[in-house]
């Protein structure tokens, strides 16, 4: 009787787990189909009235995988070796099949946000329910600058790695894998050595729970530490021997920043403190008129809104909310871009870790609430129409980050 009864009560767990995985292959194929039609369609009509069809960089990429790379000595002058291959390169693979130019970088696009977001989820499946990563990644679609994983950026395919890395950490539990995603993100965005640092902590802490002895860990830090920092490296390898200069990417790159890092360098407390009462004595109606400033505002919201959403621990909660509220206020005050870097290295990074790094509990979490499934929606919406607004501006040659 018991074994019949533990028998209906498998059945009945394995029921519940194929409903909860199609519950969750609904949420996520209707809210990415709504995601990228939104933007074709926006896209197609600001083209159609004249937009630029690679605007900012975008056009840089494109420069790269048509023409390759040059550099002319001056760090002052905006040049492509300010961006790195790995995606220029992958546009210039789909070139090689007789693709047009917009619609190869639009493939590249597309298919690293659609891998990215099924890696994500596979990731944060290890951990929840189907149904709740679900959400997550809706809510990741959602926020406002995820624009940036769409429009030929390299942010797309820095978001396939990074969810490929969460997937091979957290559902392969394969440490060289996750090495090998933080390299390659690390020929994508520079931001791929977060990766690196993140691959290094989750290894003591594999550690410190038992999975591994100590001495194990050692081994595979000093075997695979390298993988996980080689994008980065091969690139600088590369650009040592084209231009000869080993660290020619960072000095581009100040070289650019020179006038931000020299203001602040110069009177640091006084530029703090200017932008700190520029951000909080905005006339609520000058606030909503520039877009980029209400989308920050929605990004917050999305950001600090996720584990509350997916999650139910008030400390992990609250920790994640002043953390990323500090993080905000700093970034906001020294006056760095914001948008899309906070949307896509580092609010990304911060919430998967908040939520997928406490173990998987016993029994997996019930169906989400009707009025959690209400305000997801909510926000999904908001942020859809603050991305097409974006896209206006973007494809007219209009900041938006």
Same mark, same amino acid.
């Given at each position: 009787?018991?074994?019949?009864?533990?028998?209906?009560?498998?059945?009945?767990?394995?029921? +519940?787990?194929?409903?909860?995985?199609?519950?969750?292959?609904?949420?996520?194929?209707?809210?990415?189909?709504?995601?990228?039609?939104? $933007?074709?369609?926006?896209?197609?009509?600001?083209?159609?009235?004249?937009?630029? +069809?690679?605007?900012?960089?975008?056009?840089?990429?494109?420069?790269?995988?048509?023409?390759?790379?040059?550099?002319?000595?001056?760090?002052?002058?905006?040049?492509?070796?300010?961006?790195?291959?790995?995606?220029?390169?992958?546009?210039?693979?789909?070139?090689?099949?007789?693709?047009?130019?917009?619609?190869?970088?639009?493939?590249?696009?597309?298919?690293?946000?659609?891998?990215?977001?099924?890696?994500?989820?596979?990731?944060?499946?290890?951990?929840?329910?189907?149904?709740?990563?679900?959400?997550?990644?809706?809510?990741?679609?959602?926020?406002?600058?995820?624009?940036?994983?769409?429009?030929?950026?390299?942010?797309?395919?820095?978001?396939?790695?990074?969810?490929?890395?969460?997937?091979?950490?957290?559902?392969?539990?394969?440490?060289?894998?996750?090495?090998?995603?933080?390299?390659?993100?690390?020929?994508?965005?520079?931001?791929?050595?977060?990766?690196?640092?993140?691959?290094?902590?989750?290894?003591?802490?594999?550690?410190?729970?038992?999975?591994?002895?100590?001495?194990?860990?050692?081994?595979?830090?000093?075997?695979?530490?390298?993988?996980?920092?080689?994008?980065?490296?091969?690139?600088?390898?590369?650009?040592?021997?084209?231009?000869?200069?080993?660290?020619?990417?960072?000095?581009?790159?100040?070289?650019?920043?020179?006038?931000?890092?020299?203001?602040?360098?110069?009177?640091?407390?006084?530029?703090?403190?200017?932008?700190?009462?520029?951000?909080?004595?905005?006339? $609520?109606?000058?606030?909503?008129?520039?877009?980029?400033?209400?989308?920050?505002?929605?990004?917050?919201? $999305?950001?600090?809104?996720?584990?509350?959403?997916?999650?139910?621990?008030?400390?992990?909660?609250?920790?994640?909310?002043?953390?990323?509220?500090?993080?905000?206020?700093?970034? +906001?005050?020294?006056?760095?871009?914001?948008?899309?870097?906070?949307? +896509?290295?580092?609010?990304?990074?911060?919430?998967?870790?908040?939520?997928?790094?406490?173990?998987?509990?016993?029994?997996?979490?019930?169906?989400?609430?009707?009025?959690?499934?209400?305000?997801?929606?909510?926000?999904?919406?908001?942020?859809?129409?603050?991305?097409?607004?974006?896209?206006?501006?973007?494809?007219?040659?209009?900041?938006?980050?």
């Amino acid at each position: 009787m018991l074994q019949a009864d533990m028998g209906m009560s498998a059945a009945g767990s394995g029921l +519940t787990d194929a409903g909860d995985r199609r519950r969750a292959l609904a949420i996520l194929a209707g809210a990415f189909a709504c995601w990228v039609i939104g $933007f074709l369609v926006v896209r197609a009509s600001v083209l159609a009235g004249g937009g630029h +069809t690679l605007p900012w960089d975008s056009s840089w990429y494109a420069q790269i995988a048509t023409r390759g790379y040059s550099f002319d000595g001056d760090l002052m002058r905006q040049h492509p070796v300010a961006f790195l291959p790995l995606f220029p390169l992958l546009v210039r693979g789909v070139l090689a099949v007789g693709v047009p130019l917009p619609l190869a970088v639009l493939t590249v696009s597309l298919a690293s946000a659609a891998g990215g977001m099924l890696f994500l989820h596979s990731a944060l499946s290890s951990r929840f329910s189907a149904t709740w990563s679900a959400l997550a990644c809706v809510l990741v679609m959602a926020g406002p600058f995820s624009l940036y994983f769409l429009n030929g950026y390299s942010e797309a395919l820095y978001f396939l790695f990074f969810g490929a890395f969460w997937w091979a950490l957290l559902r392969r539990e394969d440490f060289a894998l996750a090495a090998l995603c933080a390299g390659l993100a690390g020929a994508v965005r520079p931001f791929g050595l977060v990766l690196a640092a993140v691959w290094l902590a989750a290894l003591a802490l594999h550690a410190y729970r038992g999975r591994v002895t100590w001495r194990r860990a050692l081994l595979v830090a000093a075997g695979f530490l390298p993988l996980a920092v080689s994008g980065l490296l091969a690139v600088s390898l590369f650009y040592y021997l084209q231009f000869g200069d080993l660290a020619l990417y960072r000095n581009v790159m100040m070289g650019w920043s020179r006038d931000l890092i020299d203001g602040i360098e110069l009177h640091p407390l006084q530029v703090l403190l200017e932008r700190l009462q520029a951000a909080f004595h905005l006339e $609520f109606e000058a606030l909503l008129a520039f877009p980029p400033n209400l989308a920050r505002l929605l990004l917050w919201a $999305f950001v600090l809104l996720l584990p509350v959403v997916v999650r139910r621990l008030p400390l992990e909660i609250a920790l994640y909310g002043i953390g990323l509220a500090l993080f905000c206020i700093g970034v +906001t005050t020294t006056g760095v871009d914001l948008g899309r870097h906070l949307a +896509t290295n580092i609010a990304l990074p911060l919430a998967a870790l908040w939520l997928i790094w406490p173990p998987r509990p016993a029994s997996a979490p019930a169906a989400p609430a009707s009025w959690r499934l209400a305000l997801v929606a909510l926000l999904f919406s908001c942020g859809l129409a603050v991305q097409a607004m974006f896209c206006v501006r973007y494809f007219h040659g209009q900041w938006v980050s």
